[in-house]
Every structure is written in C-alpha cells, then in structure tokens.
C-alpha cells in the first residue's frame, strides 16, 4: 500500500535550483526516514539526503552539504529536496526511499538494503 512519487526533476543550468518532491502515501512519516538517492549513468545509486520526520533530524552527504536542504511539508506527506547551485555532477535520477537506516554517520545517508519502499526516480539534468 506504501507508494512514493517523485517530482520536479529536468533541465536546469549550473547554479541553478531545482526542488524536487516526494509525494508519500501509505506510510507514517513519524516512523519512516526518508531519504533521497541519486544514480548517474554508470554508476551506485549514493545517498544524498535524509530525513527523520519524527526527531526532525537531517543528514547531507558532503558532496551537497550547504547547497542541498530536506524537509517536509505541513501536511506530512510530501518530503521536498531543495537543490541549489547545482553543477553538471549532479545529474542523475534521483529517487526517494522510505526506510529504518540505523548506521549513522557523518556524511552517510544509509545502504539501499536499509530502505524499503521507493519511488521511480526523478531525472535531474543539469547543462548549459
């Protein structure tokens, strides 16, 4: 019954903005972590962001520290990824993902394992 959705994804050039939704049915954001992921061509899905809606805790991946901020909305079922000064490394898909990551680490969203429900994937594309 868990169903996530992405949106916002496209074509935006370096140092532009892009915010990314995460539209969530079925699931109890007091419970669950979101947390968002990207793949690029080639490469693993990393985590890049997360959000712990009941102790109102974040974590970035150090590659978006500063540029990247998540949060949810008054309603507690959307989960938005704020993305700013982006650069042509942060292309991917991005997904979000709903789960119980438990190795917290500075820098460390979580394993793909850690998380149970997904989305299917947003794509980001960032040109001139």
């Known amino acids: 019954q868990a169903q996530l959705v992405e949106s916002g994804g496209g074509l935006v050039q370096p140092g532009g903005s892009l915010r990314l939704s995460c539209s969530t049915s079925g699931l109890n954001l007091d419970v669950y972590t979101i947390g968002w992921f990207r793949q690029a061509p080639g490469k693993a899905r990393e985590g890049v962001a997360s959000?712990?809606?009941?102790?109102?805790?974040?974590r970035y991946a150090e590659s978006v520290k500063g540029r990247f901020t998540v949060s949810r909305d008054n309603a507690k079922d959307t989960v938005y990824l704020q993305m700013n000064s982006l650069t042509p490394e942060d292309t991917a898909v991005y997904y979000c993902?709903?789960?119980?990551?438990?190795?917290?680490?500075?820098?460390?969203?979580?394993?793909?394992?850690?998380?149970?429900?997904w989305g299917q994937g947003t794509q980001v594309n960032v040109s001139s």
């Open positions: 959000i712990n809606t009941n102790t109102r805790s974040t």
């Open positions: 993902a709903a789960g119980f990551p438990i190795t917290l680490v500075p820098g460390f969203i979580g394993t793909e394992d850690e998380y149970d429900y």
